[in-house]
Nanobody, 127 residues
Framework: VRLQASGGGLVQAGGSLRLSCAASGRTSFSNYALGWFRQAPGKEREFVAAINRSGLSTYYTDSVKGRFTISRDNAKNLVYLQMNSLKPEDTAVYYC????????????????????WGQGTQVTVSS
């Protein structure tokens, strides 16, 4: 599967952005558990959120709980990350990722849990 992330940009602290990730390929989009990661300058890539194949299960890293929402539209081959109450520390390149799972389980929070990656979209939050 090929992934293309979009929707990043420059926003003031307290603002909102919605990231999208479009998938294409032969395998059905609903076969993949999905996740969002981010990487700030000089830091390692970190897990942000994950969603299972059906979209009924999600989980988040503690720093974004209550502010970010991951969702998916299997009919449109899209996964979203709605980001509210943004903070300067949310500034990073955001990546979507897909894991080819046979079950409805969530994929993990490590990069190696995922099989495919998008190219990233820059999110900059000014103070």
């Amino acid at each position: 599967v090929r992934l293309q992330a979009s929707g990043g940009g420059l926003v003031q602290a307290g603002g909102s952005l919605r990231l999208s990730c479009a998938a294409s390929g032969r395998t059905s989009f609903s076969n993949y558990a999905l996740g969002w990661f981010r990487q700030a300058p000089g830091k390692e890539r970190e897990f942000v959120a994950a969603i299972n194949r059906s979209g009924l299960s999600t989980y988040y890293t503690d720093s974004v709980k209550g502010r970010f929402t991951i969702s998916r539209d299997n009919a449109k081959n899209l996964v979203y990350l709605q980001m509210n109450s943004l903070k300067p520390e949310d500034t990073a390149v955001y990546y979507c990722a897909a894991a080819d799972l046979r079950s409805q389980a969530l994929a993990g929070s490590k990069s190696y849990d995922y099989d495919y990656w998008g190219q990233g979209t820059q999110v900059t939050v000014s103070s």
